[in-house]
């Protein structure tokens, strides 16, 4: 099974420029601390700009992840993550996503920037 799989992240809303996630959480994405572990939030928000960018594009093409910068701003306990992911700019090749992360609550939690570069052939 794929990483992103075994997050089981799945798009919930689709938007004019983006989409919503969410991602259920689970003791293994935890931290000692109790809350989500920073790279689970940081996961997050990469598979939301991807599904983002696959929305815009309206297939699926191969990509990579060539950058990616979280804010963290509170921790996240509780049932779910929701990543809103805003496509900012999609050119031939490199496409830049924001994405604003949320508790169960709706209360700003982590704030990213993820940058694709598209890889050039399309897929299925």
Aim: hydrophobic share 45%; with cysteine; proline share 2%.
């Amino acid at each position: 099974m794929a990483f992103e799989d075994d997050l089981a992240t799945r798009v919930v809303r689709k938007h004019k420029d983006g989409v919503t996630v969410e991602c259920p959480l689970r003791e293994g994405l935890m931290n000692s601390n109790g809350v989500v572990h920073g790279g689970v939030i940081a996961s997050v928000a990469d598979e939301a700009a991807w599904h983002a960018i696959i929305h815009h594009l309206g297939h699926y093409t191969p990509m990579t992840t060539t950058e990616l910068k979280v804010n963290y701003l509170r921790p996240i306990a509780g049932a779910k993550i929701v990543g809103r992911a805003y496509l900012l700019r999609a050119g031939r090749t490199l496409c830049v996503g924001r994405v604003d992360l949320f508790d169960a609550k709706r209360r700003l939690a982590a704030i990213a920037v993820v940058t694709y570069m598209l890889l050039g052939k399309e897929g299925k």
